[in-house]
């Protein structure tokens, strides 16, 4: 404790744990000019997708409405004649929509 406080051993430490910050690549990026890496899951805006013969590809299940933390997204759902079920109105709010890749 004594030669700690002779010899000022707290004070040298952080000069040194400060000058090795002043030494180590800086992990900031000048946002407007510089983007940061998207991850190669991102897949954008949330869309209702169709195959190539016009069919939405929703089967109405849900569950996107319910997962979604933000509550953007609602579903409203009718049978065909087949029996199947098929969304007559999906909806995202966008205003509401917090882009979590769920």
Same mark, same amino acid.
């Given at each position: 404790?004594? #030669?700690?406080? $002779? ?7 952080? *000069?040194?744990? !400060? =000058?090795? &910050? ?5 992990? !900031? /990026? ?6 940061? $890496? *998207? &991850? @190669? %899951?991102?897949?954008?805006?949330? =869309? ?10 929703? *089967? =109405? +299940?849900?569950? +996107?409405? #319910?997962?979604? @933390? =933000?509550? $953007?997204? &609602?579903?409203?759902? #009718?049978?065909?004649?087949?029996? &199947?079920? %098929? !969304?007559? %109105?999906?909806? /995202?709010?966008? !205003?509401? +929509?917090?882009? +979590?890749?769920?």
């Amino acid at each position: 404790r004594l #030669a700690d406080v $002779a010899f000022m051993g707290d004070l040298f430490r952080g *000069i040194h744990v !400060t =000058a090795e &910050s002043f030494v180590r690549e800086k992990v !900031t /990026i000048n946002y407007p000019f510089e983007k940061g $890496a *998207i &991850s @190669p %899951r991102f897949r954008g805006e949330h =869309a209702l997708r169709r195959y190539a013969t016009g069919e939405e590809r929703c *089967i =109405a +299940c849900k569950l +996107c409405e #319910a997962v979604c @933390p =933000a509550q $953007a997204i &609602s579903i409203e759902v #009718a049978e065909r004649p087949d029996g &199947s079920r %098929r !969304t007559t %109105r999906y909806d /995202i709010d966008m !205003t509401k +929509c917090i882009y +979590c890749g769920f």
